[in-house]
């Protein structure tokens, strides 16, 4: 079997929402937002991530370059040009790759004694 | 890259339940379900929620505006017009928008000791 | 705006796994996994479910009915015709019904001192 | 109803993390990451996994076949040939298939006191 092209290049993650607080244990499991993106094809993809918010204008793009047949796995905690995502608030986000990507978005919480995960596939198209 | 025009405009989300209880901590943490609505396009969107129960008609619909290029994080908890959400019931729910958007449906569960979370990209069609 | 038609009549939930043991706390709090049925069309939906082992031939046809414009949330936990649906199994669920509906998997997992829940739509197509 | 052809034959996971800790309790609750497969159709399904990484060549491919109307629920924490798979590392997965299948992604994180879950179904295409 031949390796498919895989994926899309426009992907939005509705939720979002970074805890401020977390109940330690290091970088691993402090509370955090993650977008996993999956660039299995053969060329560099350009990704411009642009958030959303509930009363302000959108913030970005952030720019990230994922290289060929490479996974990264984003947290939003780190983005920081041009301005950091703040804590405590609803956000959301649009991805828009130049090559086909798969993308997946992941929150660990860990304000509470005992860490709690969700995560989804993003919603796709063309 | 252009912004593309992102979403479609009919969502449904089969799974609805709001638990009656929490483990206090106040409104971050009291158990609750969000949807999510993002409207990343260039004009205001109007949201109608209708909910569907297991013995009873639907309620609603639910009314709701987001404006152009921003999120709204609905909760359900706090729906009253024209009716409240019931607690510890199953429902479903289905969302038509006038304008393209994207809907993530969440979970907030804190009747333990510590929280759990649930979300999922919702159902969508044109 | 008109309700639209809302949904499809073939689903697949590949993930299943019913823990035998939970912390307590009753109906609300067993370990269960919840198939949720939204059918919010005009008309009655006849749904089959099968399921699928490692290890042995399928099981099933169960057969339920979700009524015009109702949602059902059914639990695995309760099928038992045919034949109960056993613990500590792994199995996958093919859902096929007459009518368009929405299909969402949830389990809740009580093992442990705090509960946890996963959730997804299913897979579906026409 | 006849028994429909269902699923597809490529699908992507973009998340991806084994953590190396867990709370003990056995095999069941150890920390572990599955693909769910569910094979419903009358033909034996081959099965390739590739695993991409941040920061290396890609791992694969992994063969496995899902019998005629079976499911199996794969551990990654079980994958040994052509290499294992490496702990407390950001990864991605892609499945093909020479028949239709349904894949689910899920993890269980046991390494605080009470477990925490995540699922999805999985990015698909054919």
Chains 1, 2, 3, 4 share one sequence.
Request: glycine share 8%.
């Amino acid at each position: 079997m031949e390796s498919p092209r895989i994926g899309r290049t426009v992907w939005a993650v509705a939720e979002g929402y970074i805890p401020s607080q977390g109940s330690g244990g290091g970088r691993a499991l402090e509370s955090h937002e993650t977008v996993c993106l999956l660039n299995a094809g053969p060329r560099e993809a350009h990704v411009d991530l642009t958030l959303f918010f509930a009363d302000r204008d959108p913030a970005g793009p952030y720019r990230v370059t994922v290289a060929a047949q490479r996974t990264l796995h984003l947290r939003f905690n780190d983005l920081g040009d041009p301005e950091p995502v703040p804590r405590d608030r609803d956000y959301s986000s649009v991805i828009v790759s130049d090559e086909p990507i798969v993308v997946q978005h992941t929150r660990l919480d860990s304000r509470q004694s005992a860490l709690a995960l969700l995560s989804t596939v993003a919603y796709s198209q063309d």
